[in-house]
């Protein structure tokens, strides 16, 4: 909530917390009256909760799905950012070599990293390797058009005056262009990560043995509606969790600005 | 794609457009002759990455005969009306929605809680209750284009009214406007711009995460045709029914530019 440019003011919290309220109070009643199959009561739900929390269910307990989720999540994300950073900046820098990548990357662009889950299945199998193909795919996209963008609209002011006092090379690259181009790496990269964490639970609800993808599919077939409620929850919490640790990392990278907003 | 920088010095300034066009198509080329040459070959197995002719091929035979119940156009259109069903939807929903939060405080204090919990939703997450509650027709896989594009509408167009001025709405207020010719005149021109870089954010998702659900709750559409191909280990249907998911997202992403662009100008025209 605090990034945005909501208000954060008492008043919204008062009214936050009654409309909350509220909704819980029409859910509670509105579960009496539709059939607890197409829709949990808050009972359901809890007792879901509880069940996969303690005995687990779909192959595990919640907090291995939603470890072994998060971990192929970020590796993925890492894998893609660490090559996708570098590319940007270096497509950024030399007009050449934007000449030899960027026509690969407009090919690849259009396709929805979604699109790529079945060949990666043909290509990796079930497994691990598919996953991490499939968020490298999502996420390295957004990061390198950022990347790109960012170094691309450095002030030029700022790369001239460097210049005149002698900086070129890698010292001009590190010192000047990376950072001023940071603000938009770190957009590219929140929008990675969010991305990733989509194809993650896509991926995992084609086909997977862990994971809370795995647990909405197993959910879905058993027709059991707490657990969906429970998986989803799950889903949109980690994802959050995810988010805010990288603006909390993005604030330690760049103490000098706020973040954007 | 602004050139806006100054090229750093170690670039000889003469470098011509024409020589990076040549560098770009040569660079084409060589992955192009690459692939044609290793699969004569016979460097690469068919049915990991099968030749470009295969995949010629396929496209042709998903256009003529079909695969998966329908030709390649049949499952185009199906997939094309679920999305503009879920996607028109999102956007008559989620703009009065943002402007709605842009102009009156307490809608906004109620709104932000949910929208904050629904945003983080992935919106394939969805996909068990959109099969549960809609089917696996046309209704479920509208939910799912819904949950992707709704959250960019309500959130651009939010962040447009919020960009406006704060003198112009205390201005047109104190003057005696309405809510509504604040609404009309205001907040949704002043949000316009906003408004639709989110319609093109939004497409983008929705045109996303139909294909995903295709590929897991769909009996029809180009997801589960590409899902069917890679059942059957037919590798070339799979890349065929990618490249045209590629080329149906270029071509809606294309409009909306169109779109926004006459619909900018034209704005900007009459505001002049």
Not at chain 1, 194 to 216: I, Y
Not at chain 2, 108 to 133: G, H, M, S
């Amino acid at each position: 909530m605090k990034d945005e440019k909501y208000d954060t003011g008492r008043a919204s919290l008062i009214v936050g917390t009654a409309a909350v309220a509220i909704a819980i109070f029409f859910w509670i009643l509105g579960s009496s009256l539709i059939r607890p199959v197409r829709f949990p009561s808050p009972e359901q739900v809890i007792a879901a909760a509880w069940q996969l929390a303690t005995n687990g269910y779909a192959g595990g307990t919640l907090l291995i799905h939603t470890l072994y989720s998060m971990k192929l999540a970020l590796m993925g994300f890492a894998v893609a950012v660490a090559a996708a950073i570098p590319l940007g900046i270096a497509m950024g820098v030399s007009r050449r070599f934007n000449a030899i990548v960027n026509p690969i990357v407009s090919f690849i662009r259009p396709i929805p990293p979604l699109a790529w889950i079945p060949i990666a299945i043909i290509w990796f199998g079930l497994g691990d390797g598919a996953k991490i193909f499939v968020i490298w795919f999502t996420a390295f996209v957004p990061t390198l058009v950022n990347t790109y963008t960012g170094v691309r609209t450095v002030d030029p002011t700022l790369i001239a005056a460097a210049r005149v006092h002698g900086a070129s090379g890698h010292k001009l690259i590190f010192e000047v262009i990376v950072p001023g181009a940071m603000p938009m790496i770190f957009v590219g990269l929140r929008i990675s990560l969010q991305a990733s964490w989509m194809a993650l639970v896509a991926a995992e609800l084609v086909g997977a043995f862990f994971g809370l993808g795995r647990v909405l599919m197993i959910a879905a077939q058993d027709i059991y509606p707490g657990m969906i409620v429970v998986a989803m929850a799950c889903v949109a919490a980690a994802g959050a969790l995810m988010t805010k640790g990288l603006i909390q990392f993005e604030r330690l990278a760049m103490p000098w600005i706020r973040p954007i907003r | 794609m602004k050139q806006v920088t100054q090229l750093p010095r170690h670039m000889p300034a003469n470098n011509s457009v024409a020589a990076l066009m040549l560098l770009s198509s040569a660079c084409v080329t060589v992955i192009l002759g690459t692939w044609v040459l290793s699969s004569l070959m016979g460097m690469l197995r068919p049915s990991i990455i099968p030749p470009p002719w295969d995949i010629a091929n396929a496209i042709y035979t998903l256009a003529v005969s079909g695969f998966a119940g329908h030709t390649l156009q049949t499952h185009i259109i199906t997939s094309l009306g679920r999305f503009a069903a879920g996607f028109s939807l999102a956007a008559i929903i989620g703009i009065p929605l943002g402007l709605i939060m842009g102009w009156c405080a307490p809608a906004r204090y109620v709104v932000t809680p949910f929208f904050e919990v629904f945003r983080f939703i992935a919106p394939l997450a969805w996909l068990p209750f959109a099969a549960l509650w809609f089917g696996t027709g046309i209704g479920g896989p509208i939910l799912i284009v819904f949950s992707g594009a709704f959250a960019p509408c309500v959130i651009n167009t939010f962040h447009g009214t919020r960009l406006i001025d704060p003198v112009m709405i205390e201005a047109s207020r104190t003057l005696g406007a309405t809510s509504w010719r604040l609404m009309v005149d205001i907040l949704i021109p002043g949000a316009f711009p906003s408004i639709l870089a989110g319609l093109r954010v939004s497409a983008a998702l929705a045109w996303q995460s139909l294909i995903g659900a295709e590929l897991i709750a769909a009996t029809s559409g180009v997801g589960y045709l590409i899902v069917q191909g890679q059942g059957s280990f037919e590798t070339s249907i799979v890349l065929a029914g990618m490249i045209s998911i590629g080329i149906v997202g270029v071509i809606i992403d294309a409009l909306l530019r169109l779109a926004s662009d006459r619909a900018s100008r034209k704005w900007m025209a009459a505001e002049a």
